[in-house]
């Protein structure tokens, strides 16, 4: 069976669109995905960046640090838990990332609402760091969110831009899935537009 990994950032909009595509093709193809936590803060660590990536950068992590608290508590299947409602949120509501709507996302989905004080605790940077090294470890190079893994063979992306038709989308997956078992195979990219 092929197993599926997706690292992101909870703050990326692109991911977000990639990961609502992979979850839904997979479910169409039976092919288990599993969620898992990078971070374009720690990514772009000392550099330049303007106004608008660092106030993303700054959500990354403060936001990563709450995935981190809610992970050690309650088990890695817990990040996909709460990248859901955060996602919704974050992409498709544009609400802040408050401690409030932090603290209602959690209590909706039953864990502490306390985790919440995680936003503000660098305590976590530590557990953000080695989940996204983890992310780097299973590509093997630097990249940025999404990293998808099929069968531990890793990518930078798929970057959508817009969700394809569900039955594109089982066609863009089972496409992947051979790209992945082609050892030679390494960059497919083209420009946005």
Same mark, same amino acid.
């Given at each position: 069976?092929?197993?599926?990994?997706?690292?992101?950032?909870?703050?990326? $909009?692109?991911?977000?669109?990639?990961?609502?595509?992979?979850? !839904?093709?997979? /479910?169409?193809?039976?092919?288990?995905?599993?969620?898992?936590?990078?971070?374009?803060?720690?990514?772009?660590?000392? /550099?330049?960046?303007?106004?608008?990536?660092?106030?993303?950068? /700054?959500?990354?992590?403060?936001?990563?640090?709450?995935?981190?608290?809610?992970? %050690?508590?309650?088990? @890695?299947?817990?990040?996909?838990?709460?990248?859901? @409602?955060?996602?919704?949120?974050?992409? %498709?509501?544009?609400?802040?990332?408050?401690?409030?709507?932090?603290?209602?996302?959690?209590?909706?989905?039953?864990?502490?609402?306390?985790?919440? /004080?995680?936003?503000?605790? &660098?305590?976590? !940077?530590?557990?953000?760091?080695?989940?996204? *090294?983890?992310?780097? !470890?299973?590509?093997?190079?630097?990249?940025?969110? &999404?990293?998808?893994?099929?069968?531990?063979? *890793?990518?930078?992306?798929?970057?959508?831009?817009?969700? $394809? %038709? $569900? %039955?594109?989308?089982?066609?863009?997956?089972?496409?992947?899935?051979?790209?992945?078992?082609?050892?030679?195979?390494?960059?497919?990219?083209?420009?946005?537009?």
């Amino acid at each position: 069976m092929t197993t599926i990994d997706l690292y992101l950032d909870p703050v990326c $909009p692109f991911s977000w669109v990639t990961s609502r595509w992979l979850l !839904d093709a997979a /479910e169409r193809t039976t092919r288990p995905v599993t969620l898992r936590q990078m971070s374009l803060a720690v990514l772009n660590e000392g /550099e330049d960046a303007d106004a608008a990536h660092q106030r993303m950068f /700054e959500r990354s992590r403060r936001l990563g640090r709450v995935f981190a608290a809610v992970t %050690d508590r309650h088990g @890695p299947q817990a990040f996909a838990r709460l990248y859901e @409602p955060i996602g919704t949120r974050l992409h %498709d509501q544009k609400d802040q990332v408050t401690p409030e709507v932090v603290a209602d996302v959690l209590e909706d989905l039953g864990f502490e609402k306390s985790l919440s /004080e995680a936003l503000d605790d &660098p305590e976590y !940077d530590e557990a953000v760091s080695r989940a996204h *090294a983890a992310s780097q !470890d299973a590509l093997g190079d630097k990249a940025g969110s &999404p990293i998808i893994a099929i069968d531990g063979r *890793a990518f930078f992306g798929p970057v959508l831009t817009g969700l $394809p %038709d $569900p %039955d594109d989308g089982v066609v863009l997956l089972d496409a992947l899935v051979s790209a992945s078992g082609v050892r030679e195979f390494a960059v497919l990219q083209r420009p946005h537009g």
